[in-house]
Structure formats: C-alpha cells, structure tokens
Nanobody, 120 residues
Framework: QVQLVESGGGLVQAGGSLRLSCAAS????????MGWFRQAPGREREIVAR?????????YADSVKGRFTISKQNARNTAIYLQMNSLKSEDTAVYYC????????????WGQGTQVTVSS
C-alpha cells in the first residue's frame, strides 16, 4: 500500500506563490508518472501537471504553463513538488497528488488533497 500525502496549500494573494509537496510513504515503488490535479467547486477534476519518472519529462495544462513548475525527488524518498507562481484567483481549488504505477493505464494512487485559495 502506498500513501500519498500533500502539503503546502494555503491562502495567498493574487500574484503570490506557493509550493506544494507530495510525499509517498509505505512500500517503495517506482511510478511511471506522478501528477498534480485540481478540483474547484462545481467543476470537474483536471490535470495541472505531470512528470514522467524515467526521464523527468513534464507536461503542463495550458492554463498553468509558464507559471507552474513540477519537479521530482527519487533518491531516498519518492516525492513530487509543484512550484506555483503568479497565482490567479482561478487557481483556487483542492490540489491532489496522484501516481501511475507500472502496468497501469491510469492514476491509481491519490492523496487526500490540499486546499489552495487565491484571493484577488
């Protein structure tokens, strides 16, 4: 069993920055990819950014390109981060960390989410 735990959410003014962290605990695993998703009230969950584990290739949703940066740590601990700059009110959402395991076609492990609120 793998647990993903997010941290770093909070309240920030528009134009500000936050850094989200997601740490994996439990048994050691090497995912195919890990990503950040978000869900705003009344809206469907959407992908924000994803990083491939083998080569670190990132993917960003158009809405966050140039503002958000995803990175990973896979030395001793499996973790990913999301540096969010130039935050906008429309970035307000619950942000979730997720992992895609080897052999899986979708993200199978999810964190509990962390709230990000951007005030205008």
């Amino acid at each position: 069993q793998v647990q993903l735990v997010e941290s770093g959410g909070g309240l920030v003014q528009a134009g500000g920055s936050l850094r989200l962290s997601c740490a994996a605990s439990g048994r050691t695993f090497s995912p195919v990819a890990m990503g950040w998703f978000r869900q705003a009230p009344g809206r469907e969950r959407e992908i924000v950014a994803r990083i491939r584990w083998a080569n670190g290739e990132p993917y960003y949703a158009d809405s966050v390109k140039g503002r958000f940066t995803i990175s990973k740590q896979n030395a001793r601990n499996t973790a990913i981060y999301l540096q969010m700059n130039s935050l906008k009110s429309e970035d307000t959402a619950v942000y979730y960390c997720a992992a895609q395991r080897v052999g899986a076609t979708s993200y199978s492990d999810w964190g509990q989410g962390t709230q990000v609120t951007v005030s205008s």
